[in-house]
C-alpha cells in the first residue's frame, strides 16, 4: 500500500491514469527521484494493476541494467531476433533505473528503436531514472527528446505529515504500540527517503518485541545513531554550498550571483549549482534564483557540464569530493 501526499501525489494520480487507461496515455511515463522514494513500487503497481485489469496483456518489467546485458549477450550469441520480438512487442514496457543508458553506444541504439516501435505499436511505455532525462549524461539526445515527450512526473522526499502517516501505518501493520515522542522523533529526524525510514522502523519495532529494555526516546536514538548521523550529512542549503565554494575558489560569495562570465568564477559557479542540485531538494527554478535569478536551464547545463568534467578530469572530481566532505562536516 502506497502512503500518498504532497511529495508523490501527481506522479501517483499519473500511475493510476496509466493503469486504467483503455490505451497508451503520457506516453512514455517518465518517473524520477531519488533512491528509495517509490518509484520501482510505483511502476511494478502499474503492471500489476493492468494484468488485473486486463488478463492476458503482455507487461514486461525488467531494470536497465538487465536490458544491457540482455542485448550484450544476445548480440554476442547472434539471437538478436528473438530479443527484439520479446520487448517490441510488450503491450507495456516498465524500465527501471534508464540512466544507466549512459555511455552505453550500442544499447542507446538498439532501445532509442525498441522505444519508437512500441510507440508506433501505440504500447505503453513507463520509464524511471534517479534524475530528470536532460540530466543523464553520455546519452544522445534523440533518446531525451523521446523521453521528455510524454509526461515526466517527479517524487520528492515525504513530508513530516507523509511520515508520520508512513510510520503509523507501518505501527499498525506489525502490532507494535511505540510512545509518540518516539515516533516524532524519527518523522522529524529522518527525512531523505522512505526506504531508511522503514529501516530506522524496523530496528526499533525489533528492539521492543524483544521486550528486554523498555524503549525511550534516548533509547532509540541510540539505536539509530549510524542512521540519524547519515540523515544530518544530508541537511545542506545553498547558502553553506555558496560559501564553501567561494572558500574553496578563493572568490566573494557576490561571484555565485554575478552575470561575470570569466572562467575562474564561471565554473566555481557551476559547481555550487551541481551541488545544490545533488544535495539539496530544491527545485531548478529554486537554484536558478539563489544564483542571482538564473533559469532552470542555465542550472540544467550547469549540471551537466560539472558531471561531464568529472569524467574525464580526476581533479575536477577530487575538488568536489572535497567540498562535498567540507559540508558534510560542517
Known sequence: RFVVG?????????????????????NPLFIHGGSGLGK????????????????????????CEKFINEFIDTVRKGSLERFRKKYRRADILLIDDVQF????????????????????????????????????????PRLISRFECGLTVELQPPGIETRMAIIRRKMDEWDVALHSDILEMIAERIQSNVRRLEGALVRIAT?????????TVERAEYLLKDILQQEGKKRVNIDAIQKTVTEYYDLRIADMTSRRRPSNIAFPRQVA??????????????????????????????????????????????????????????
Do not use: W
Request: with cysteine.
Open 6 to 26: 504532497q511529495n508523490n501525489e501527481f506522479a501517483h494520480a499519473a500511475c493510476i491514469a496509466v493503469a486504467n487507461a483503455e490505451q497508451a496515455i503520457y
Open 40 to 63: 520501482t513500487h510505483m511502476m511494478q503497481a502499474i503492471g500489476q494493476k493492468l494484468m488485473l485489469n486486463k488478463p492476458g496483456v503482455r507487461v514486461v518489467y525488467l531494470t
Open 101 to 140: 543508458l549512459g555511455g552505453k553506444e550500442r544499447s542507446q541504439e538498439e532501445f532509442f528503436h525498441t522505444f519508437n516501435e512500441l510507440l508506433d505499436l501505440q504500447s505503453q511505455i513507463v520509464l524511471t531514472s534517479d534524475r530528470p532525462a536532460s540530466e543523464i549524461t553520455n546519452i544522445e
Open 207 to 215: 528492539f521492543a518485541s524483544l521486550g528486554t529494555e523498555q524503549v
Open 273 to 330: 549549482m551541481y551541488l545544490s542540485r545533488r544535495l539539496t531538494q530544491c527545485s531548478l527554478m529554486e537554484i536558478g534564483e539563489a544564483f542571482g535569478g538564473r533559469d532552470h536551464g542555465t542550472v540544467i547545463y550547469a549540471v551537466r557540464k560539472v558531471q561531464q568534467r568529472m569524467e574525464c578530469e580526476p581533479q575536477v572530481r577530487e575538488s568536489i569530493e572535497m567540498i562535498t566532505t567540507t559540508l558534510h562536516r560542517k
